[in-house]
């Protein structure tokens, strides 16, 4: 028997509480990049907040997601996911995936309940997966559970060992594994399941006695078994969701993967996609029945798309709202706006954060707002610059017109009022107040408020020069001469 007594001891403990411990200190030497790699970006989210989002849905008590690399830049990412119960603990040195749950245990300290553990760099896995791995461990009253998968090419993962019986034993990495055990293809993708009391005792006795020279944390699995522990396994037929991301390609793989699955998702949901090949959809994305979506379109953050939209092409939108019957015209840009019902913009609009446009509103061509509010059925169709002013209801802006917000040291605010018509060319200088039912005619440069109802004019009055050009052309001549 080995030290610490018999897992007898811990077996049969109820366990209603569920916990989870994070691998997410590497840096990923494989990806080339100065970035950790649970920070770089799939379907425009960290890859750690795939798992993250995928516990979170289980609700656990507590979670405790290793970190070292780039600390702070993981730790935000984490606390950012909404997680209860969140921790997290630094690996200063890294000496393997036992060494980091090791780590993690000061912060499990008094839990007693299963603990997950599972990886940062696994994107693709599923809620629906951790819940079949918890539920089998506990219909199983297994003491510790793992996921397993057969591979017809298993290099470069631990091999799972089983008894006569076909009990696991333990798990060989490869490295370590002599020419019988290599030809094994069941194979350990890292997600286990394991009670407290048994995983705590288990991290103690881990041994750097491996060619890599690491604490492995598969070597729970034997060390588990030594103790008279039950160990249970659960295959899964989807080997692709358990997948780390380790390189460009493979991550490039795996956003093919995300990206069919979404696209995957609307279509069966009622959304018609003219190329689905060139849509990108990123996890927190929702779209509505009946909304067309054109070739070469990003849709990223916590964008959501109305029903019987229609979005030509082209297009990027981020944490940007689109109600329903909204027509976005080709070449568009959006983030942080909202785009009332049967509202149309574009072509080639760009709409920045803070902008809120009512039903009907009419953004044009090289049109651009930031923090802006137009109310119901305003226009303005062509080559404006619209920051931080609000615009009542079935306003006319005019070609040409730009809110003059910033003074060289502070923003400042136009407002318009309703059934306004804005002339061509014309500059508001914040701060400033346009009346409602006023007119500004073309070319005119506002400075002071506009009482409602007014004409507003401020260039000068037009002359002419009769005879100007055959004077002009007689002088070009005699020069030429």
Known sequence: ??????????????????????LAAGL????????????????????????????????????????????????????????RGLKTVVQSEQRGTGHAVRCAAPALAGFTGDLLILYGDAPLVRTTTLQRLLEHHRASA???????????????????????????????????????????????????????????PCLEELRADNAQGEYYLTDIVALA??????????????????AGINSRAELAAAEGRLRAERVA??????????????????????????????PNVILRGTTRVGRNCRLDGTAWLHDT????????????????????????????????PGTRLGPRVHI??????????????TKANHLSYLGDCDIGAETNVGAGTITCNYDGFAKHRTTIGARVQIGSDTQLVAPVEVGDDAYIGAGTTVTRSVPPGALAVSRPELRFVEGWTARRRARARQRKD
């Open 225 to 242: 078994a030594g103790r008279g522990c039950r160990l249970e396994s659960l295959e899964t037929d989807r080997p692709e969701e358990l």
């Open 321 to 352: 709202v689109l109600e329903d019957d909204v027509h976005l015209r080709f070449g568009c840009v959006l983030e942080g706006a909202v785009v009332g019902a049967e509202a149309i913009v574009g072509p080639f609009a760009r709409l920045r």
């Open 1 to 22: 028997m080995r030290p610490g007594g018999p897992c007898a001891s811990v077996s049969g403990v109820a366990a209603d509480s569920v916990g989870a411990v994070v």
């Open 265 to 294: 998702h609307f279509l069966a949901a009622g959304v018609t996609f003219e190329d689905p090949a060139t849509a990108y959809i990123g996890p927190l994305v929702e779209i509505g029945a009946d909304t067309v979506i054109g």
């Open 142 to 200: 297994a003491d510790l559970t793992l996921l397993s998968m057969r591979l017809p090419d298993p290099y470069g993962y631990g091999r799972i060992v089983r008894d006569e019986r076909g009990r696991v034993v333990r798990i060989v990495e490869e490295r370590d594994a002599s020419a019988e055990e290599r030809a094994i293809d069941e194979v350990n993708p890292g997600f286990y399941c394991v009670r407290a009391p048994v995983l705590l």
């Open 28 to 83: 990923g030497t494989r990806m080339k990049s100065g970035i950790a790699k649970v920070l770089h970006s799939l379907g425009g989210q960290p890859l750690l907040w795939y798992p993250l989002a995928a516990l979170r849905r289980l609700d656990p008590e507590r979670v405790v997601v290793v970190v070292g690399y780039q600390a702070d830049a993981v730790r935000a990412v984490a606390e950012g996911v909404g997680l």
């Open 364 to 377: 044009g061509n090289f049109v651009e707002t930031k923090n802006a509010v137009l109310g119901e059925g």
